[in-house]
């Protein structure tokens, strides 16, 4: 009776594992997820339907044959380096990295990684969840995509701000030319040589001012792929002040002071860029000041342990209340004619050199811009 | 000797190319010629028989509406030229309220000499 009683049960026991057995191949085999199994030696050992979505592999293909079928050759080495850590026990690991589908595709995969263990709590293979990391990939692709296209944009926006002032800029060198001409004819015609080279000389310099202006400006229309390196921020500063000097709205342009520290000297940076980040601030505060006596914008490049910190000070009436708290935010704005991209464009540039941007109330009243770049010897210059 | 130094045209703008390739045009033209590099710098000078202004409205400290402003104070007014180049509606109305001529940078050669053949004669060619 006993004996029954206790067999009873032992069948009891082996029917709860068998369905537990039986819900759990249910739930790996609708899982979103590819979910894989192998043993030590790297032989599959299970392959649910997501991985043949995923791989393109059938389970009786794969099942039987070396995992490395799906990983590509230069990440083999990886693989042996995981297989090593989950053997020494580690319970998880996870890692972005790619595989191969069937059909030569690479996927780009997010794995996590843990260790298969018998009932005696012994390690015999590893099981792998894999996410497929492409769709993701591409939505990172995509938004990169849009805020350079942003950039772009707003720099296009700056640009427009920007026409009647580089008018006036270009005009001063055509205006010298022109003179000089008109003189150098009349001189000519009258038989008078004297001083004639040097004239013409001083035409060839204008003309080349001329042309700078222009450079500029096309430098700065370029869509051109972004490039971080070593530049003399003093001229960066000072090309991205030219630019904007005459852009003041007022007939009265703000009186402007650049001071560049001997140790700030060389920044990392993508100069069309960061003179982006300048010609907004600077346009903002031309903006500010538009109706303060005796405007003045100072800009200064200090050292700041790793990073180069650029301060832009006005002196205008300070942040309107309502916007400090989301001044960087995109299309927040105060100004009639205003897009408020302004401020968002230039976070995500100082964000993509790996550097901080901020506002403040300026000590005597106005208000300081401040952002932060990587300097150009930055090792030498351990932060304390 | 006399007749010459009241047909002295000074010119005054910020710009020491704009200022330069000015003088020379009008030297070449047959004129004297005073050059200031701002308005302070030719009020300081305060020189006397000037014929005639040429004066740059876009200047940092001073500009060109205000200098000629300051001059109608004086006792006589100098006849004067506002040259720019963002003549806007509001610049020419104020020029013109005050009596001053305008005139669009690049400037145009028969206007600019017309304007100055109008107050001063050329100096005696040597
Ligand atoms: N230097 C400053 N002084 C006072 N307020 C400022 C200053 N800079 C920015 N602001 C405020 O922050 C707001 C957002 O600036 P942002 O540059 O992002 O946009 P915008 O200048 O309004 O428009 P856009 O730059 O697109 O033409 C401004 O509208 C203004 O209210
Ligand atoms: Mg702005």
Redesign the pocket.
């Known amino acids: 009776m006993a004996k029954v009683v206790s067999s009873g049960n032992e069948n009891a026991a082996t029917a709860d594992r068998v369905l537990a057995r039986l819900r759990l191949a249910a739930i790996v085999e609708s899982s979103l997820d590819a979910i894989v199994a192998k043993d030590l030696n790297g032989i599959v050992t299970d392959w649910n339907a997501a991985a043949e979505a995923m791989l393109g592999y059938k389970a009786e293909e794969i099942i039987g044959r070396p995992i490395t079928t799906i990983i590509p050759p230069e990440r083999h080495d990886e693989e042996a380096t995981i297989l090593d850590r989950v053997r020494r026990g580690e319970r998880l690991v996870v890692f972005e990295t790619i595989r191969r589908h069937k059909n030569g595709r690479i996927v780009p995969v997010a794995l996590t990684i843990s260790p298969i263990r018998d009932d005696a709590g012994r390690i015999i293979g590893v099981s792998k969840i894999g996410r497929d990391l492409t769709e993701h990939r591409e939505q990172q692709r995509q938004l990169a995509e849009l805020q350079a296209e942003l950039i772009h944009v707003?720099r296009i926006?700056?640009m427009a701000?920007m026409v009647s002032a580089l008018a006036h800029e270009i005009n001063q060198p055509l205006t010298a030319i022109t003179n000089y001409a008109n003189g150098l004819r009349r001189m000519l015609s009258a038989g008078r040589t004297q001083g004639v080279e040097q004239a013409l000389e001083r035409v060839a310099e204008q003309a080349t001012r001329a042309r700078e202006i222009i450079q500029r400006l096309r430098n700065l229309m370029q869509k051109g792929k972004t490039e971080q390196r070593p530049e003399d921020m003093r001229e960066t500063i000072e090309e991205a002040a030219a630019l904007s000097r005459a852009a003041a709205p007022a007939s009265e342009p703000p009186a402007l002071q650049v001071q560049v520290d001997d140790d700030a000297a060389t920044g990392v940076i993508d100069r069309i860029q960061i003179q982006q980040v300048l010609l907004?601030?600077m346009?903002?505060?031309a903006?500010?000041?538009q109706d303060v006596s005796a405007p003045r914008l100072s800009v200064r490049a200090q050292r700041d342990g790793d990073m180069i910190r650029v301060s832009?000070v006005?002196t205008?009436?300070?942040?309107?209340e309502d916007?400090r708290a989301r001044?960087?935010q995109?299309f927040?704005?105060?100004?009639a004619?205003?897009?408020?991209?302004?401020?968002?464009?230039?976070r995500t540039i100082i964000e993509a050199h790996g550097g901080e941007i901020g506002?403040e109330d300026a000590s005597g009243g106005?208000?300081v811009?401040r952002f932060t770049v990587p300097a150009a010897d930055a090792s030498q210059h351990p932060r304390c | 000797m006399e007749r010459a130094r009241h047909n002295v045209v000074a010119i005054i703008d910020d710009d020491p190319a704009v200022l330069d390739s000015l003088q020379f045009l009008l030297i070449a033209a047959g004129y004297e010629v005073l050059a200031f590099g701002s308005a302070e710098a030719f009020l300081r000078a305060d020189p006397p028989h000037v014929a005639c202004l040429v004066v740059d409205q876009q200047m940092p400290d001073m500009t060109g509406l205000e200098l000629i402003e300051r001059r109608q104070d004086g006792v006589q007014a100098t006849p004067a030229l506002l040259v720019s180049s963002a003549l806007t509606r509001t610049v020419s109305e104020r020029a013109a309220a005050l009596g001053a001529s305008t005139l669009a940078k690049p400037l145009d050669e028969d206007d600019l000499l017309r304007f100055v053949a109008e107050h001063a004669a050329p100096a005696p060619s040597t």
């Open positions: 707003s926006n700056d701000h907004n601030l346009r903002n505060a903006e500010a000041m832009v006005d205008g009436p300070g942040l309107p916007v001044l960087f995109p927040v704005t105060t100004k004619t205003g897009m408020g991209v302004g401020l968002s464009v230039c506002a106005g208000t811009f």
